[in-house]
Antibody, heavy 120, light 107 residues
Framework: QITLKESGPTLVKPTQTLTLTCTFS??????????VGWIRQPPGKALEWLAL???????RYSPSLKSRLTITKDTSKNQVVLTMTNMDPVDTATYYC????????????WGQGTLVTVSS | DIQMTQSPSTLSASVGDRVTITCRAS??????LAWYQQKPGKAPKLLIY???SLESGVPSRFSGSGSGTEFTLTISSLQPDDFATYYC?????????FGQGTKVEIK
């Protein structure tokens, strides 16, 4: 059974760096083809893909946010970490991590999401 | 970047209705298109992948079709549990993009 759970601060100040951790179980990020992605959703708005890391440490980023994002993995801890620099109130959103369906490029298992508010 | 445009943005329908949602890509994405259902306060749920493949456990009243730039999600007979927001999502060249969503409301 695959599960994912996001953790991190619920409130960050403008200009600060956000660090979110996705802790997962039921699969290994050392297995060929496996990936974990981050997607966010501002309140009342659409989903936006942010970043993805593959089993072989290949990393992919949204072109519009690439300069602010870093994604890493700790295979031994079953964790994926996303950092986003220079946070702004427009970055207020629910942040989800999700398991990439191997070989098919879709997200078949999602975490419950964590709401991050950016405010001074 | 590939843009995904869904229509309509909101759809009012009754239980038992046949419902169709359209998603258009700004350039060809072959069949690399998925559909998700999201209910308030919940994470999205994968319904359809590769344009027309039904995810395991998803009711057969959901179906997807299309290729290239135009895709549709059809619910053959709308059920009370189906009132939700639906998103399409494309994959192309290591980038993923979601549509703006279609809210299916009770008429």
């Amino acid at each position: 059974q695959i599960t994912l759970k996001e953790s991190g601060p619920t409130l960050v100040k403008p200009t600060q760096t956000l660090t979110l951790t996705c802790t997962f179980s039921g699969f290994s990020l050392s297995t060929s083809g496996v990936g974990v992605g981050w997607i966010r959703q501002p309140p009342g708005k659409a989903l936006e893909w942010l970043a993805l890391i593959y089993w072989d440490d290949d990393k992919r980023y949204s072109p519009s946010l690439k300069s602010r994002l870093t994604i890493t993995k700790d295979t031994s801890k079953n964790q994926v970490v996303l950092t986003m620099t220079n946070m702004d109130p427009v970055d207020t959103a629910t942040y989800y991590c999700a398991h990439l369906k191997p070989g098919l490029y879709y997200f078949d298992y999602w975490g419950q999401g964590t709401l991050v508010t950016v405010s001074s | 970047d590939i843009q995904m445009t869904q229509s309509p943005s909101t759809l009012s329908a009754s239980v038992g209705d046949r419902v169709t949602i359209t998603c258009r890509a700004s350039q060809s994405i072959s069949s690399w298109l998925a559909w998700y259902q999201q209910k308030p306060g919940k994470a999205p749920k994968l319904l359809i992948y590769k344009a027309s493949s039904l995810e395991s456990g998803v009711p057969s009243r959901f179906s997807g079709s299309g290729s290239g730039t135009e895709f549709t999600l059809t619910i053959s007979s709308l059920q009370p549990d189906d009132f939700a927001t639906y998103y399409c999502q494309q994959y192309n060249s290591y980038t993923w993009t979601f549509g703006q969503g279609t809210k299916v409301e009770i008429k």
